[in-house]
């Protein structure tokens, strides 16, 4: 038991980062207001652009190239992004609406895209980031082998940028701003915030992270941009739920999908799960975010005004 | 004027679909015009290929009547993918099971298709009339919990004699093809479905315009506390709403498992579903544009394979346009303030 469970959780860890990424991405648009289900979309997007700017550079860049990479796997996200931002900020368009253009728009461009540049709807990379023990740590009984061995560098950035998130929503005036614009945007614009801007940074910072959410599925555990991202983007959006809007929730939530997934994944080959029907672990998540809906429906609500179009006039 | 209004919107959108289009055609290097040729060509160049565009115009009208049907309730379904894949689940279950004559089976099917997608179009209906749970959450895990079930149920009940991946051949007596309908457009893939589309379009039409309770969906949708306070139940008319939506999907899904096809693919997420949203808003949500949105899309999709034989162009630019489409149907409020400019400038000028 304890050696399965030591054996899949590198991969459970590994398999939730991109998801937190999203969410968290998912978490900076609605506290500002915006609903954004183009998570999945933005996932594609920078998994494309990571795909196509590291095997372009790999060969002179080496490493370095993942790097660029992943940056221009968020830049990416941030740009496209600016769609959703637009429609749905300064042309009154339903949010929702909006969201499944971004995500059609983005899974046809990319492929066309990859169509035209490598010939096929694939784009492969020859290496990702390479799973490390952390030195000393994973030496810690228990500890250790669940949390610091086979990690990658991408996880620790992604828990670094966890931290940043709810410093920057909790602990600084931009925080207390965006907060305020998801809640209640007119109280905010009469405190002198200034929503319209205040929202375009909650979506540019979603696009941002959903980018390199789909960049860091490329460089840990996918190594190859195929037009799709599994749904990991409605997960997020369902992790995001789950955790009820906080970071913190969402890092619980992430994981708890994360591992979910993983032990689907692997039931084949471990004779203990093997017993379990495939379909019973696969739609396990989603079902469990459904029952929390239902269970948090009378206590948890997301932010109020998400998804409704600011009217400086309304009252 | 309103209609007016609705049709300019609607060819705006599609003007800078189609233009979007163009761009990208210019960025690879191909002729865009060139281009648009064989893509409408391939949709409508003979019998066979216009009989391809109307089968594929069958499924997308019923999950744009799902849409648009939701739509009109003030609540935003996308559920129409997983609706669709377990009326298509349920249709091919009794088809591959039961043996009867077609005039037996074809009724069968489709009600067991419209009962399956109703069902799980309630269930977010019940979320969201009891426990306010927003529909397009609940409806994005109902996909995917569809998209599960029939993944692993095609396998193990429904399997193929060589292929873990799809479901056996649907029988003769099973399919919603017919011999003539297959001679009289030349070895299509036009189906009875297109019968069952368009008697859904009219009774969708009847129902939203001339019955207390397409009256009542509609009032719930313009204001739902205003309709509260009439003395509707909100709740209800809701879980209602989607209830019949997923219906019209669970239908679609018919059309297009045991029509359009022969079997059912795994892992396949049906792209018709989220196409819906497309052609209601483009049909402006009624039942009418839906069916006219619907045989736009329907040559856009038949069209592009060709497309893709006779130039270098992917065929992927078919579902970039669509979706370009979708966002400036979204964003209708900038052709909407033109229009509006345009209709002042005249009045001034009267």
Known sequence: MWDMVARIFPYAVAYSMPLLAASLGGLFSERSGVVNIGLEGLMVVGNFVCAVTISKLQPSLGQGAIWIGLAAAALSGLAFSLLHAVASINLSANQVISGTAINMVSTALTVFLARTITGSGNVHITLGFVP???????????????????????????????????????????????????EHPQTADAAGVNVYRIRYAGVLISGALAGLAGGTILVTFSGEFNGTVAGLGFLALAALIFGKWKPLGILGATFFFGFAATLANVSQVVPLLARIPGIVLKAFPYVVTLLALVAFSKTTQGPRAAGEIYDAGKR | MKGFKDLFTALAAVFLGLAAGAILMLAIGSNPLEGFAYLFRGGLMNVERIGNTLATATTLTLTGLAMAFAFRTGLFSIGASGQMLVGGLAATALGLGLHLPKAAMLPLMLLAATAAGAAWG???????????????????????????????????????????????????????????????????????????????????????????????????GFNRHAAEFAGIDVPRKMALSLGISGALAGLAGATFYVGYAVNMQIGVLPSQGMDGVAVALLGANSPLGVVLSALFFGILHSGKGFMNAMTKIPPEIGDTIIAVIIYFAATSVLFTRVWDAITARKRRKA
């Open chain 2, 122 to 220: 309630f269930v977010p209906g019940y979320l969201k009339a009891r426990f306010n749970v927003h529909e397009v959450v609940s409806t994005i895990m109902l996909n995917w919990i569809a998209y599960w079930t029939v993944y692993y149920a095609v396998p193990a009940y429904f399997k193929a004699e060589y292929l873990e991946t799809e479901s056996a051949r649907i029988p003769e007596y099973a399919s919603l093809k017919v011999a003539w309908l297959t001679r009289l457009s030349q070895g299509s893939f036009l189906n009875l479905g297109i019968f069952v589309a368009l008697a859904c379009a009219v009774l969708v039409a009847i129902v939203l315009n001339r019955t207390t309770l397409g009256f009542e969906l509609k009032a719930v």
């Open chain 1, 132 to 182: 490390f023990d952390v030195p000393v740590l994973s030496g810690i009984p228990i500890l250790g082998p669940l949390l610091f061995t086979k990690t990658y560098v991408t996880t620790w950035l992604l828990l670094a940028i966890l931290l940043l998130s709810w410093f920057v929503l909790y602990k600084t005036p931009f925080g207390l701003r965006l907060r305020a614009c998801g």
